[in-house]
Structures are given as C-alpha cells and as structure tokens.
C-alpha cells in the first residue's frame, strides 16, 4: 500500500509556499485571535481512498470502477468534491479544550476522487492562535469562482488543479446490473455540513493542538469515495433520493485521518 505523500518539506517552508498563481496560501482575513495565545500555521490537506483504506487503480481513460453495496456496477467519470471551509470548534470533554476560541478557515479547493488514490494533497494554510480544537466542521459549497459554472465533461475551468468548481459536489457516470444500464449525475449547490471529532490513530478523541516547541501543524481529511454511492439504487430510486442518499452518506465517508496523535 502506499503510504501517503508527506509534506515535511512545507511545514518546513510553510510561509514561502506559494501556488501556481505565486500568491501565499496562507490566510488569515477569518482569523480569530483574542491575543491571549500565540499564533501557529495549519496547513489543511486530504487523501482519498476506499472504505478497506486500498487505492484504486483508474481506467486507462481515467474513470474508475467499482461497485456498491446494492450489486450495482459503477464507472465514475466524474467525481468532485468542493471544500468551502473548515471550523475548528475550541469546546469539547477533552480538558485542553475551551470554549471560545472558534476558528473559521477558508479553503475554496476541490478535489478530484480520480485523482491517484492514497496521494495527500495541501489545500490551504492559515494562521491560527495556538488552543486547543476538539472539534470540526466541514463545509462544502459552490467555490466562489465561477458559481454559476456547471463542471461537466468537455468544459474547461482552467484555475490550477485545486481550483473551485460551482457545486458542492458531482459525481457522474454509467451503471449497470442484471443486464440494465443506464447514465447518472448527482449533484448539489446546496451548502453540505460534515461534523466530526478530532481524533488519535488509535481512534479515541484527541484535540488538535500545537505541541510544545511547535510553529506549524497539519490536518488530514480523508474520504472513502466508494461510501458515497453506498445504498443509491439507480433504478428504484429518483434523482432526488439519489441525491439525499449521497449527502447523507458523506458523514459516513468523510473523516479526520490521524497517522499519529496530534
């Protein structure tokens, strides 16, 4: 298995990373700082991969096969995700942890989920006071370039690999079962909230925080893409219900990935 694409190097040179444009990553206009704790850099990046924690390999035209828990054979040639912004929520049962000192952090990046699996990939930075965060919220939105965009195959964005798309997500594709088939898009521009708890690689709660000696720190989300069509019954279900489904099964594929305790 391949292990995922560390970013030692940026969190050494976290100030000076730039993106293709040339301007920093690093934003702090939603900072929200009391003066009463020192400030650090997050960095906030994410992997994807399937629910088993493998990769999977694309088609040679770059769509990927797989299929759901319903039987249904699936080829995604479309598979996108918008990452609006992140809140890092300060209360929690952990006793490091104090109400108060909520962080909301810009990010307006997508990701692709037939992009190499297994491979993490920065989104953004941010200056951040120094507390600790028990608590996350997610949120996916249209990118605030091109809102009104539809992001479907033969349309060019442009914008860089990151660039924002105008949905909160899309997926789409062809399916096939018991000798049917047929095509699908799923998509929304309604704002999606995924909510979680920070967590050690051993699974129980653990805060995010800055340890002792410590200017920077990441944040890994990982998404277990074949979730998402878990449950859609393309041929019983309508386009509604196969969306709701997807949105509540975000909870379910989206997660905080901890390689080791923060």
Known sequence: MKRYLLLAS???FGFFFTNC???SLIDD???????????????????????????????????KSLTNDLGYA????????????????????????EAGHDQDLEINQSESFLEEDLVSSLLSEHEIPMFAYCAYELTLAPGTQGMAIKNHEGVDHGGG???????????????????????FHIDTIDPVMVAGLFHAATGEEHPLHFHEGEIAKEVLFGTEYDVLLQGVDFQSQSEDQ?????????????????????
Do not use: M, Y
């Open 29 to 63: 206009t939603n900072l929200n700082t009391d003066g009463s704790a020192p400030i650090g850099e997050l960095q906030i990046a994410t992997v994807h991969h399937l629910e088993d924690g493998t990769e999977l390999e694309a088609n040679p035209d770059g769509s």
């Open 161 to 183: 690999d990151h660039a924002p798309i105008g949905e909160s997500f899309h997926l789409a594709g062809t399916w096939s079962k018991d000798g049917a088939n047929g095509s």
């Open 21 to 23: 444009s040339g301007t």
């Open 10 to 12: 940026i969190l050494s």
């Open 74 to 97: 699936i080829v995604l040639a479309e598979a996108e995700i918008n990452w609006k912004s992140l809140k890092l929520v300060s209360a929690g049962n952990d006793e490091d942890c």
């Open 242 to 262: 196969q969306r709701d489904q997807v949105i509540a099964n975000l909870s379910e594929a989206v997660h905080h990935d901890a390689e080791e305790a923060h």
